[in-house]
């Protein structure tokens, strides 16, 4: 298994700002993802965090709103950007642990909350 | 298009007492399918997953699901619930590439309660 850890596990920021997540997994992983979970909706994967290349967005995600970065293999950032109420949201990061049977394992997630 | 549904939002049982959470997904191709749980302020955490072996699969703390293509269903069951289950629950089904590609499509969520 894994322990996926999350920075900051909650804020509340103001409209127009910016704020930026740190994932960080404490094993070699294959690949690492952002999901996001919108109040009371299933999570949505927005990109898939490549090692020392652009991320990999869904239909919907851009990468202005939502720049990636991963610079080793165990650690990963999600901006969200400009922000807006309508980022209120939970935002997951997840992994698949090399030699773990590609089992996706996730982080606590972080709460954000747009005013 | 892969899909799922839980069926149930919220399901309540009484300690010590089966538990059914139901799921049905839809799939174009043979699909892998999880369930995870997550508990307050923790992770999501991988209690099972079908992926075209054995169609009853058994997981982590006595949860079992069984696929059955036939009905597109791969409901979740315990025997007896325990306080400790009190969580959501969530169906998940792979998209192409599978769950390694990150392509998971996830269900809504059933939050399971448990009175003593």
């Known amino acids: 298994s894994a322990v996926i850890s999350q920075k900051p596990s909650r804020d509340i920021c103001q409209r127009g700002t910016s704020l930026t997540i740190q994932c960080q997994v404490d094993?070699?992983?294959?690949?690492m993802f952002w999901y996001r979970q919108q109040p009371g909706q299933s999570l949505t994967l927005i990109a898939t965090?490549?090692?020392?290349?652009?991320?990999?967005?869904e239909s919907g995600f851009v990468i202005d709103k939502f720049p990636i970065s991963r610079p080793n293999l165990t650690f990963s950032t999600l901006t969200v950007s400009n922000m807006s109420p309508e980022d209120s949201s939970i935002y997951l990061c997840?992994?698949?642990?090399?030699?773990?049977?590609?089992?996706?394992?996730f982080g606590p997630g972080t709460r954000l909350t747009v005013t | 298009a892969q899909s799922v549904t839980q069926l149930d939002s919220h399901v309540s049982v009484s300690e010590g007492t089966p538990v059914l959470l139901r799921c049905n997904y839809s799939?174009?191709?043979?699909?892998?399918l999880f369930w995870y749980v997550q508990h307050p302020n923790k992770g999501l955490q991988l209690l099972l997953k079908?992926?075209?072996?054995?169609?009853l699969v058994k997981g982590i703390n006595g949860f079992e699901a069984e696929f059955k293509k036939s009905e597109t269903s791969f409901h979740l069951t315990k025997p007896s619930a325990h306080m400790s289950d009190a969580a959501e629950y969530f169906c998940?089904?792979?998209?192409?590439?599978?769950?390694?590609?990150?392509?998971?499509?996830f269900g809504k969520g059933t939050k399971l309660s448990v009175k003593p």
């Open positions: 997840s992994a698949v642990i090399q030699g773990a049977g590609y089992e996706q394992y």
């Open positions: 094993s070699q992983v294959t690949m």
């Open positions: 965090a490549n090692q020392g290349s652009e991320a990999t967005y």
């Open positions: 799939s174009s191709y043979s699909p892998s």
């Open positions: 079908y992926t075209s072996a054995a169609t």
């Open positions: 998940v089904v792979s998209a192409p590439g599978g769950g390694s590609q990150g392509n998971l499509i």
